[in-house]
């Protein structure tokens, strides 16, 4: 089946204490992308990744980083949280770039907590 | 720049009766228009889209929306609601060049349908 998966779906941590959330497609997509979103924001664009070793910032990248070093991975770190980045995150993925108007495939979100 | 407003933050109609969620956009270039679905827990799947192609779209489920340039708007309807379509609706509109690589969301609708 295709699907974007995302670990862990929910994390409750504290301030300043590293974390990972995964992010894996099996559908061989070269664009990737983080969102997160906040009520009555909307999603906002965190980072993507057009291909293996190419990201680049989206809207709010502070406090953010990301990798990919393999084409289905696509890994978000927080590596100092702090409670303003609590919120509902989402992994997406899509064939190609956007220009090329794919739609973007999701994964079910992750909710983290920074206390 | 683009933009895109989703002009009402709740709907709520009567199971059997239209649905009418509305989304106007702001952009530099021809846009690409999307319209997402999220139920709770999970995340956003394509309604439907419109790339340039005709300006009445059909989507799954039902759905379709009517792309009008002279009104910059991209409403999303549907003739009957039925109770499974209770949701929150984003509008999302993409650019050309330059913002190739950047989907902007709506703010989202959430629609609540009763009996």
């Known amino acids: 089946e295709a699907q974007v998966t995302q670990n862990p779906r929910y994390l409750i941590t504290v301030t300043g204490k590293k974390l990972t959330v995964t992010c894996s497609q099996n559908m061989n997509h070269e664009y990737m992308s983080w969102y997160r979103q906040d009520p009555g924001l909307g999603l906002r664009q965190i980072y993507y990744?057009?291909?293996?070793?190419?990201?680049d910032k989206g809207d709010v990248p502070e406090g953010y980083k990301v990798s990919r070093k393999e084409k289905r991975n696509f890994p978000l770190i927080l590596e100092s949280p702090s409670p303003n980045q609590t919120s509902l995150y989402f992994c997406a993925s899509s064939l190609t770039g956007l220009s090329s108007n794919q739609p973007q495939h999701f994964g079910d979100g992750t909710r983290l907590s920074i206390l | 720049a683009q933009s895109v407003t989703q002009l009402d933050s709740h709907v709520s109609v009567s199971e059997g009766t239209p649905v009418l969620l509305r989304c106007n956009y702001s952009?530099?270039?021809?846009?690409?228009l999307f319209w997402y679905v999220q139920h709770p827990n999970k995340g956003l799947q394509l309604l439907l889209k419109?790339?340039?192609?005709?300006?009445l779209v059909k989507g799954i489920n039902g759905f379709e929306a009517e792309f009008k340039k002279s009104e910059t708007s991209f409403h999303l309807t549907k003739p009957s609601a039925h109770m499974s379509d209770a949701a929150e609706y984003f509008c999302v509109v993409t650019g050309g060049r330059g913002t190739a690589s950047k989907l902007t969301f709506g703010t989202g609708t959430r629609l609540q349908v009763t009996l």
């Open positions: 990744s057009m291909n293996v070793e190419v990201t």
């Open positions: 952009s530099s270039y021809s846009p690409s």
């Open positions: 419109y790339t340039s192609a005709a300006t």
